[in-house]
């Protein structure tokens, strides 16, 4: 009975009189949700894109000395195994960002950096919006699971009226 009250109460503060609304109301979370959800994938995946991209720039720009030394040694077989390290990690970056490069150039790191600033504070917005989201939707279930056994008897009343019956 407490149940049904805390039910009856929620569902007239929010202005939900038909159980057409309810139900309206619950797929109207639920695709909220689901868009938020959709919007937190795709910005948690632009900012793993952009991480490695930015990493990938500072290799390339901190390697790139060594790289250098290297095209202009005379001996390059000895200047390679002295650098080697640098220069197998500067041959990496550039292979990963020979798609990247605009009109020949590298993208900013800085603005490479101030984009993903205020990407991550979008996630965490998304985040809260989300978790709110996913709350509210747990709460019409159980609402709605709630007047689905108010409005449908149960199995017990159900055979009282077919035992009264015979």
Same mark, same amino acid.
């Given at each position: 009975?407490?149940?049904?009250?805390?039910?009856?109460?929620?569902?007239?503060?929010?202005?939900?009189?038909?159980? +057409?609304?309810?139900?309206?109301?619950?797929?109207?979370?639920? +695709?909220?949700?689901?868009?938020?959800?959709?919007?937190?994938?795709? +910005?948690?995946?632009?900012?793993?894109?952009?991480?490695?991209l930015i990493k990938n720039i500072t290799t390339y720009q901190q390697t790139k000395p060594a790289y250098d030394g290297y095209r202009t040694a005379r001996n390059k077989d000895k200047y390679r195994q002295e650098h080697e390290s640098a220069l197998i990690l500067h041959e990496a970056a550039a292979k990963s960002l020979r798609s990247t490069?605009?009109?020949?150039?590298?993208?900013?790191?800085?603005?490479?950096?101030?984009?993903?600033?205020?990407?991550?504070?979008?996630?965490?917005?998304?985040?809260?919006?989300?978790?709110?989201?996913?709350?509210?939707?747990?709460?019409?279930?159980?609402?709605?699971?709630?007047?689905?056994?108010?409005?449908?008897?149960?199995?017990?009343?159900? +055979?009282?009226?077919?035992?009264?019956?015979?």
């Amino acid at each position: 009975m407490k149940q049904a009250a805390k039910t009856l109460n929620y569902l007239t503060e929010n202005n939900i009189l038909q159980y +057409a609304d309810l139900q309206a109301k619950i797929a109207e979370v639920t +695709a909220a949700s689901d868009s938020t959800g959709d919007a937190l994938k795709s +910005a948690e995946k632009r900012l793993s894109d952009m991480a490695l991209l930015i990493k990938n720039i500072t290799t390339y720009q901190q390697t790139k000395p060594a790289y250098d030394g290297y095209r202009t040694a005379r001996n390059k077989d000895k200047y390679r195994q002295e650098h080697e390290s640098a220069l197998i990690l500067h041959e990496a970056a550039a292979k990963s960002l020979r798609s990247t490069r605009i009109g020949g150039k590298l993208p900013n790191v800085a603005t490479l950096q101030a984009e993903y600033a205020r990407l991550t504070k979008e996630k965490e917005a998304l985040y809260a919006e989300y978790g709110k989201l996913k709350k509210q939707v747990k709460e019409y279930d159980v609402i709605k699971r709630n007047v689905d056994s108010i409005l449908q008897p149960s199995q017990e009343e159900r +055979a009282k009226g077919r035992d009264a019956e015979l």
